[in-house]
C-alpha cells in the first residue's frame, strides 16, 4: 500500500515553455502533499506544501507565479513549471500522507527529471 | 527551529560489516522521526517511523533506534544492495508549537563494497 505516482518521468522542453508534473496517491487519500526539488548529490529542497481544496503554502524563495500548484482532489496534485528556463532544470519529487491516526509519514512519487533546453 | 544533522556524510563499508549511521535532531517536541532510502535518480522510500524514546523498529538488515536526542540506523552484514542514500526526518508536534512540515537532514550516503 502507499503508492504514490508521479507523470512525467521525465520531459525535455524548450524555454520558455510550460510543463505540468502530475502526482497521484493511488491507494489511499493524501490530505497534504508536498513537492520537493533535488539537486544532484544534494538533500530535498521543499518548494511547497498543498491541502486537498486549499491554496499551496510556498517556501521562502520559492517563486508561487512561475511554480503553479493545484490540489483539486484528495488523491491529485499538480505542479507546473511556468515559462520554464534552463535554471528550472531539475529532479521534482512529490510526496503525500494521509494524515490519518497520527501517521505522518510520507510517501515519496518516483520523481520527475526536468530539462530546459 | 527544527534541525537534524546526519554523520558521516558518506560511509563506504565492505559487504559484511555492519555499522551506523545517525540523526541527531533538535525539535520542540517530537510527534515522529522518520527514515528513507533514496537510490539514485528515484524518489525517497519509507523505511520507519519512530514516536518515542526507546522504540525500536526493524525491518530485514536495518534497525531504528531512539532516544531524546539522536537515533540510530543500525546496518547488519550489508550486502551490496544496500548501498543507497538513507535520509533522516523529524516531524515536531504541533501542540507544543512545531510545524507538521517534517525537516529532512542532507543523509548519508552509503556504499558497500562486494
Known amino acids: 500500500g502507499a503508492v504514490v505516482s508521479q507523470h512525467p518521468s521525465w520531459v525535455i522542453c524548450k524555454s520558455g515553455t510550460s510543463v505540468k508534473i502530475e502526482c497521484r496517491s493511488l491507494d489511499f487519500q493524501a490530505t497534504t502533499m508536498f513537492w520537493y526539488r533535488q539537486f544532484p548529490k544534494q538533500s530535498l529542497m521543499l518548494m511547497a506544501t498543498s491541502n486537498e481544496g486549499s491554496k499551496a503554502t510556498y517556501e521562502q524563495g520559492v517563486e508561487k507565479d512561475k511554480f503553479l500548484i493545484n490540489h483539486a482532489s484528495l488523491t491529485l496534485s499538480t505542479l507546473t513549471v511556468t515559462s520554464a528556463h534552463p535554471e528550472d532544470s531539475s529532479f521534482y519529487i512529490c510526496?503525500?500522507?494521509?494524515?490519518?491516526?497520527?501517521?505522518?509519514?510520507?510517501?515519496f512519487g518516483p520523481g520527475t527529471r526536468l530539462t530546459v533546453t | 527551529e527544527d534541525q537534524v544533522t546526519q554523520s558521516p556524510e558518506a560511509l563506504r563499508l565492505q559487504e559484511g560489516e555492519s555499522s551506523s549511521l545517525n540523526c541527531s535532531y533538535t525539535?520542540?517536541?517530537?510527534?515522529?522521526l522518520f527514515w528513507y532510502r533514496q537510490d539514485p535518480g528515484k524518489g525517497p522510500e519509507f523505511l520507519f517511523t519512530?514516536?518515542?524514546a526507546g522504540e525500536e523498529k526493524e525491518k530485514e538488515r536495518l534497525k531504528a533506534t531512539l532516544t531524546k536526542k539522536e537515533s540510530f540506523l543500525h546496518i547488519t552484514a550489508p550486502k551490496p544492495e544496500d548501498s543507497a542514500t538513507y535520509l533522516c526526518?523529524?516531524?515536531?508536534?504541533?501542540?507544543?508549537?512545531?510545524?507538521?512540515?517534517?525537516?529532512f537532514g542532507r543523509g548519508t550516503s552509503l556504499i558497500v563494497h562486494p
Open positions: 526526518a523529524v516531524q515536531a508536534d504541533k501542540a507544543s508549537g512545531g510545524s507538521y512540515i517534517p525537516t
Open positions: 510526496s503525500a500522507h494521509s494524515g490519518l491516526a497520527g501517521a505522518y509519514e510520507q510517501y
Open positions: 525539535v520542540s517536541g517530537l510527534r515522529g
Open positions: 519512530l514516536y518515542s
